[in-house]
C-alpha cells in the first residue's frame, strides 16, 4: 500500500511512520521538516502536495494544534487556530483526497479523549474532537470507490507526559497508540471512532 503519513514528525506520527514502514510504501509529511512538507491551514498547500504524490492507498492524519486553556482567557485567534488547524485541516485532507484515494482506499483522522472526557481547559480541544469524530461518522456515507474513513482517539502520550514532567504512567506510549492507525488501515472498519486504548 501507498501511505501518506501527515505529521509524521509528531510523536505519534513518527511511531505511525516505523510501524507500517518495511511493510508498505510510506510517505511521511511534515509540517516545517522533511522532504515533503505541507500546511493543513492552507488548503492550497494540501492540493499541491496531494497532487505531487498523486493516487493513495491510505492518508493518515497525525497533525493539528488545538489550544488549551481557561473558557474566558481563549481569545478569537486561540478558537481560530483550533477550528482552522486541527478541524478543518483534517477535513480538509479529506476533501482534497476524495479524488485521489484508490479503490478500497482510507482516511484516518486523530481526535483525542477529551471529546468524551473534558477536563477544565478543554472547551476547544473538546469541541474540535467531537466535531471531528461526528466528521467521520457522516463522511463513511459519502466515501467514494469503497473508501473508508475512521478517527484514533489516543489518551495522553507517555513521550509527551515525559517532556511535561507529568507522570508518564498515566499516558499509553507511541508505538502502542500506533496500532490503532494500524486498525483503521488495515480492518474494514467504517465510520468509527478508535479508542487507542483497545489496541494497546
Not at 485521489?100 to 483525542?112: D, I, K
Not at 461518522?137 to 467514494?144: G, H, R, Y
Not at 498515566?170 to 494500524?182: D, I, M, R, S, W
Request: aromatic content about 4%.
Amino acid at each position: 500500500m501507498k501511505i501518506i503519513v501527515i505529521g509524521a514528525t509528531g510523536t505519534i506520527g513518527q511511531a505511525v511512520v516505523r510501524i507500517f514502514k518495511g511493510r508498505h510504501e510510506v510517505i511521511p509529511v511534515g509540517h516545517s521538516r522533511g522532504e515533503h512538507k505541507v500546511d493543513i491551514t492552507d488548503r492550497g498547500s494540501i492540493e499541491r502536495l496531494l497532487e505531487t504524490l498523486g493516487s493513495f492507498d491510505a492518508l493518515v492524519s497525525a497533525a493539528g494544534q488545538a489550544k488549551f486553556g481557561p473558557l474566558a482567557e481563549l481569545s478569537d485567534e486561540d478558537w481560530n487556530l483550533c477550528l482552522s488547524d486541527k478541524l478543518m485541516g483534517q477535513v480538509n485532507l479529506v476533501r482534497a483526497g476524495l479524488e485521489r484515494v484508490r479503490e478500497g482506499g482510507s482516511f484516518t483522522l486523530t481526535s483525542g479523549l477529551l471529546a468524551r472526557y473534558p477536563v477544565v481547559g478543554s472547551g476547544a480541544i473538546t469541541l474540535v474532537n467531537a466535531g471531528l469524530e461526528a466528521f467521520v461518522k457522516a463522511a463513511a456515507l459519502e466515501m467514494p470507490r469503497g473508501a473508508r474513513i475512521n478517527v484514533v482517539s489516543p489518551p495522553w502520550v507517555s513521550e509527551t507526559l515525559e517532556a511535561m514532567g507529568r507522570d508518564v504512567s498515566k499516558g499509553l506510549p507511541a508505538e502502542k497508540v500506533a496500532k490503532a492507525y494500524v486498525e483503521s488501515v488495515q480492518g474494514n472498519r467504517n465510520g468509527e471512532t478508535l479508542d487507542a486504548r483497545d489496541f494497546a
